[in-house]
């Protein structure tokens, strides 16, 4: 479990989330968190790769 912080797609508020990663996970993952100031999904896509978390792009949940 990683925390990241990201800017809210809706709100622009930065927020915390909790990303799960497996010790041998890499691959590409796309998961929705709602955000904690205006409850409004983002879309979150992130790329892990040998332990490491990059966020590729944060955009609307509701597509
Ligand atoms: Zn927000």
């Known amino acids: ?3 990241k ?3 809210c797609f809706f709100c622009f508020e ?3 989330v909790s990303l799960e990663v ?3 996970f890499v ?3 796309s998961e929705i ?3 904690e100031v205006c409850c409004n999904p983002n879309k979150i896509d ?3 790769y040998d332990g490491e978390i990059n966020i590729n792009n944060v955009g609307n949940g509701n597509e």
């Open 22 to 24: 497996g010790s041998s």
């Open 33 to 35: 968190y709602d955000c």
């Open 14 to 16: 930065q927020f915390e």
């Open 5 to 7: 912080a990201i800017t």
């Open 27 to 29: 691959g590409n993952i």
């Open 46 to 48: 992130y790329e892990v």
């Open 1 to 3: 479990m990683e925390y």
